[in-house]
C-alpha cells in the first residue's frame, strides 16, 4: 500500500488581534478599577453630599458633671510590711526528756497557757535531796546551840575554858550556813522543777513544734551553752506596720509639719494588698533618727490594732499618711482622667459642645474618685462618661450628670 506522506504541519502565526487582546486588559481592568474608585468617592465625599449628609451624623453623647469639691487632706503613700510587736524564741532553761506539748501548731494562745512539760523527775530527786540536807543541818544548829550553852555555863563557874567556847560558837556558825546552803539548794531544784512547765509570756500564735515528745531537750539558764528551740510565738494585737520614706517624701513630711501651727494626729489609713479601700487606721509611733545611706530611705512604723487577729505579721499593705490638715479640693472620678505621654489631662466640654482637654495635676485616689490639685476649675463641665467617644476639638452631645461620692462610705476613700 502506498503510504502518503504528510507534511508538518506548520503553525500559523498568531493575527494581530490575537497577540493584542492579552495586553489590553491589564489597562482595560486598571481603567474600570479607577473608573468605579472615583465613583465611590464622588458619590460619599462630603463635599457633594451637602448639608444634609452632615446632619446624618450628630454630635456624640457624653455625660458630664461639674467636679466635686471637699475638704482633703494632703497625703503621701507608701508600702509597708507588717511585723510583730513582740516574738520570742521558746527554748527551755532547764534540760532533759521532752513529756507533754499543750497546743496544737498555728494556734492562738493565751498568756500564761501551758505549751510544753519537760520531765522534771531528775529536779525532783534534787529538791528531796536538798530538803534532807535543810533537816540535817537544822538537827546539827540545835545540837551545836546546846553545846555552846553549856560551854558557855561552864566558863562562868571556871569549869570550862574560853576555846571551849570558842569552838562551840563555830559549831553553830557552820551548822547556820549548813541551814543556808541547804535552803539555797531548795529554791534551786524549785527553780528548775517550775521551769520544766514552760508557759506562753504573751498573747499571740505560736508556729509549729521542733521537737517532738520524747526529745532530748539542751537547756541553760544564761544561754550560756547551746539550747534546744522549741517553737516561735509572735505577737498579733497590736501589731507594727513599717515602711521606709524617701529622702524627698521625709523632707515633704518634715517641712509640712514643722509648718503647722497646731500638732497633726499621726493617724495613717491602712489598705491590704487584695482590699481597693483604705479601711483600717493605725498610728505612725516611730520615725528613725537617720537615712540609711545605701537606700536613701528612713525607716519609720506604724501601730495597728487587730481584735480580730487577720493581720499577719510579714504581709503586705498600702499606707497613706496625712502630712498637711483637710484643704479644699476638686475631685473627679479616676476613668475621667487620661494620662497623655508625660501629663494628665481631664476632657471638659465648653458652652457650645466643643472638647477641651485640659491638662491637670493629680493627687491620691479617695473611693474611686481622683483629686484634683489644679489645672481645673469648679464650673468646668468635665466628661464622666462617654470619654471614648469625645474627639479633642469636636463637637458633642453634653448630658448633666453627677458623680457619685463614694469617699464617704467609708471615711478615708
Request: aromatic letters at 4%; glycine letters at 8%.
Given at each position: 500500500m502506498n503510504e502518503i506522506s504528510r507534511l508538518p504541519e506548520v503553525e500559523e502565526p498568531p493575527s494581530s488581534s490575537a497577540v493584542e487582546r492579552p495586553k489590553r486588559w491589564p489597562w482595560v481592568a486598571g481603567v474600570a478599577a479607577t473608573a468605579l474608585a472615583a465613583a465611590g468617592w464622588f458619590g460619599f465625599s462630603p463635599r457633594d453630599s451637602g448639608p444634609a449628609a452632615q446632619a446624618a451624623v450628630p454630635p456624640a453623647p457624653v455625660t458630664v458633671s461639674r467636679p466635686i469639691e471637699r475638704d482633703v487632706d494632703t497625703q503621701i503613700g507608701f508600702l509597708g510590711q507588717f511585723s510583730a510587736v513582740d516574738r520570742v524564741e521558746l527554748r527551755a532553761q532547764v534540760g532533759g526528756t521532752l513529756a507533754e506539748i499543750h497546743f496544737e501548731d498555728g494556734q492562738i494562745v493565751r498568756k500564761g497557757d501551758l505549751l510544753f512539760v519537760i520531765d522534771p523527775s531528775p529536779y525532783e530527786i534534787r529538791l528531796a535531796q536538798a530538803t534532807a540536807q535543810l533537816a540535817a543541818a537544822e538537827s546539827r544548829l540545835t545540837l551545836a546551840n546546846s553545846q555552846l550553852y553549856r560551854a558557855q555555863a561552864l566558863k562562868r563557874t571556871d569549869f570550862g575554858t574560853a576555846e571551849n567556847v570558842d569552838q562551840r560558837t563555830a559549831d553553830v556558825g557552820a551548822a547556820q550556813a549548813a541551814i543556808d546552803d541547804a535552803k539555797a539548794q531548795i529554791r534551786d531544784a524549785q527553780f528548775d522543777i517550775e521551769h520544766c512547765r514552760i508557759i506562753a509570756p504573751f498573747s499571740g500564735r505560736i508556729g509549729a513544734h521542733q521537737v517532738s515528745i520524747g526529745s532530748l531537750v539542751a537547756g541553760s539558764r544564761f544561754a550560756s551553752s547551746p539550747t534546744t528551740l522549741l517553737a516561735?510565738?509572735?505577737?498579733?494585737?497590736?501589731?507594727?506596720?513599717?515602711?521606709?520614706?524617701?529622702?524627698?517624701?521625709?523632707?515633704?513630711?518634715?517641712?509640712?509639719?514643722?509648718?503647722?501651727?497646731?500638732?497633726?494626729?499621726?493617724?495613717?489609713?491602712?489598705?491590704?494588698?487584695?482590699?481597693?479601700?483604705?479601711?483600717?487606721?493605725?498610728?505612725?509611733?516611730?520615725?528613725?533618727?537617720?537615712?540609711?545611706?545605701?537606700?536613701?530611705?528612713?525607716?519609720?512604723?506604724?501601730?495597728?490594732?487587730?481584735?480580730?487577729?487577720?493581720?499577719?505579721?510579714?504581709?503586705?499593705?498600702?499606707?497613706?499618711?496625712?502630712?498637711?490638715?483637710?484643704?479644699?479640693?476638686?475631685?473627679?472620678?479616676?476613668?475621667?482622667?487620661?494620662?497623655?505621654?508625660?501629663?494628665?489631662?481631664?476632657?471638659?466640654?465648653?458652652?457650645?459642645?466643643?472638647?477641651?482637654?485640659?491638662?491637670?495635676?493629680?493627687?491620691?485616689?479617695?473611693?474611686?474618685?481622683?483629686?484634683?490639685?489644679?489645672?481645673?476649675?469648679?464650673?468646668?463641665?468635665?466628661?464622666?462618661?462617654?470619654?471614648?467617644?469625645?474627639?479633642?476639638?469636636?463637637?458633642?452631645?453634653?448630658?448633666?450628670?453627677?458623680?457619685?461620692?463614694?469617699?464617704?462610705?467609708?471615711?478615708?476613700?
Open positions: 516561735t510565738l509572735v505577737s498579733l494585737d497590736p501589731i507594727h506596720l513599717d515602711f521606709d520614706m524617701s529622702e524627698s517624701d521625709f523632707l515633704t513630711f518634715s517641712r509640712q509639719r514643722a509648718g503647722l501651727a497646731a500638732p497633726l494626729a499621726d493617724k495613717v489609713d491602712i489598705s491590704l494588698s487584695d482590699e481597693t479601700r483604705f479601711t483600717r487606721q493605725g498610728t505612725l509611733e516611730f520615725v528613725d533618727n537617720a537615712l540609711d545611706r545605701s537606700s536613701g530611705t528612713i525607716h519609720a512604723r506604724a501601730l495597728v490594732s487587730n481584735p480580730d487577729l487577720f493581720l499577719t505579721p510579714g504581709a503586705f499593705a498600702r499606707l497613706r499618711l496625712a502630712v498637711a490638715p483637710p484643704a479644699p479640693a476638686l475631685m473627679v472620678p479616676d476613668t475621667a482622667v487620661l494620662l497623655d505621654q508625660s501629663q494628665h489631662v481631664v476632657m471638659t466640654v465648653a458652652a457650645d459642645g466643643t472638647v477641651v482637654p485640659k491638662p491637670v495635676e493629680t493627687g491620691d485616689l479617695r473611693g474611686g474618685l481622683r483629686v484634683i490639685r489644679s489645672g481645673l476649675a469648679p464650673d468646668d463641665r468635665v466628661i464622666i462618661d462617654g470619654i471614648v467617644r469625645a474627639v479633642p476639638g469636636g463637637k458633642v452631645a453634653p448630658q448633666d450628670g453627677a458623680i457619685a461620692d463614694s469617699t464617704a462610705a467609708d471615711g478615708r476613700g
